[in-house]
Nanobody, 118 residues
Framework: VQLQASGGGLVQAGGSLRLSCAAS????????MAWFRQVPRKERDFVAA????????NYADSVKGRFTISRDNAKNLVYLQMDNLKPEDTGVYYC????????????WGQGTLVTVSS
């Protein structure tokens, strides 16, 4: 699985951004997708995930009610709509993929930078 993330940029606090992740492969609907973010000198933190069919999602507590993960299986795309952004949301956002419901994510995109100014 190859992943290509896009949509990052500079936004003021309270603003919105939508990230996209394009995935290769013909079995996209069987792949669980997720977003992680990383700031310098820290581990990548989980942000949100969505099941292959799109009927199940889960979020980090820090983004619940502000971020929405969704997918378009016809286009092999997953999105992260980020609203009411805060400076602490700043980081490099990575999309990730795995087959199956459990375990680590072996497939990663290249990351897209989100900067939220106060």
């Amino acid at each position: 699985v190859q992943l290509q993330a896009s949509g990052g940029g500079l936004v003021q606090a309270g603003g919105s951004l939508r990230l996209s992740c394009a995935a290769s492969g013909r079995t996209f609907s069987s792949i669980r997708m997720a977003w992680f973010r990383q700031v310098p000198r820290k581990e990548r933190d989980f942000v949100a995930a969505i099941s292959g069919s799109g009927d199940r999602t889960n979020y980090a507590d820090s983004v619940k009610g502000r971020f929405t993960i969704s997918r378009d299986n016809a286009k092999n795309l997953v999105y992260l709509q980020m609203d009411n952004l805060k400076p602490e949301d700043t980081g490099v956002y990575y999309c990730a993929a795995r087959y199956g419901a459990g375990g680590s994510y072996p497939y990663w995109g290249q990351g897209t930078l989100v900067t939220v100014s106060s």
